[in-house]
């Protein structure tokens, strides 16, 4: 039986600057620069589960997030999903932490997390969907788990 999994990833922004609060992730599949997100979990609303997950990862509690976008990707053979909520916000409070479990949290310039050879697999499509309002889904077939890159729609 085909399974879906639904995810959740926030670019938040210093108000009135160009800088992003970004995740060096270490110990995974995904490995390199992202922004936070991860799961949504039985019985929680996606906007509950960025915020969520944001507080887990970076210590910072984030309000006013917006949906902005959509990645998603499936296995032609099993139909097995992927389902990626992009949100984006610059109102945040708290105390930023500078690592997790998930890796190195900092804040950068976003040209400079725009050109970096540090990029998490998939992460400059999915600026395509952060940075630009005429962008609002990547989708990508991923037969036998062979990622071949997103069609941006």
Not at 21 to 32: A, E, N, P, T
Not at 63 to 73: F, I, T
Not at 81 to 92: D, E, H, K
Request: charge should be negative.
């Amino acid at each position: 039986m085909a399974q879906t999994v639904l995810l959740n990833m926030c670019m938040v922004t210093k108000p009135g600057t160009q800088t992003v609060l970004v995740l060096d992730k270490k110990h995974c599949r995904w490995s390199g620069l992202t922004f936070p997100g991860g799961h949504v979990e039985p019985g929680e609303s996606f906007s509950h589960s960025v915020r969520r997950e944001f507080r887990e990862e970076t210590g910072l509690s984030i309000k006013g997030e917006r949906l902005c976008g959509v990645v998603h990707w499936c296995d032609p053979e099993t139909g097995d999903r992927r389902v990626l909520f992009l949100y984006r916000t610059s109102q945040f409070e708290g105390t930023l932490v500078q690592e997790t479990e998930e890796g190195e949290v900092f804040w950068m310039e976003l040209a400079d997390l725009i050109h970096s050879p540090r990029l998490s697999d998939g992460i400059a499509d999915y600026l395509k969907i952060f940075l630009r309002e005429e962008n609002s889904e990547a989708f990508a077939l991923v037969p036998n788990g062979d990622w071949d890159g997103f069609e941006i729609l």
